[in-house]
């Protein structure tokens, strides 16, 4: 009988960002960046364990990908 393993998805997620951090975002289903997009800043805020640290590191993240949170996506087309 052969088992499938639930592989995860590599994350590039920030590797310093804080456990509580991790938890909230795995909790809203976020695994990488790409799904980090979908979401604007303010709702990642509301996010418990999420500060402003983790912010600042999402977003240089972010931005290293050429990627932004959903809200930042229409400041920088304007």
């Known amino acids: 009988m ?4 639930n592989i995860q998805s590599e994350s590039d997620l920030p590797a310093k960002l804080s456990q509580p951090a991790q938890r909230a975002l795995a909790g809203a289903g976020i695994k990488n960046l790409k799904q980090l997009t ?3 800043e303010s709702e990642i805020k509301q996010l418990h364990g999420i500060g402003s640290n983790a912010i600042n590191q999402l977003e240089a993240a972010l931005a290293a990908k050429g990627l932004s949170f959903a809200d930042n996506k229409k ?3 304007a």
Request: net charge positive; hydrophobic share 20%; glycine share 0%.
């Open 75 to 77: 400041k920088s087309k």
């Open 38 to 40: 979908k979401f604007s």
């Open 2 to 5: 052969t088992v499938k393993r």
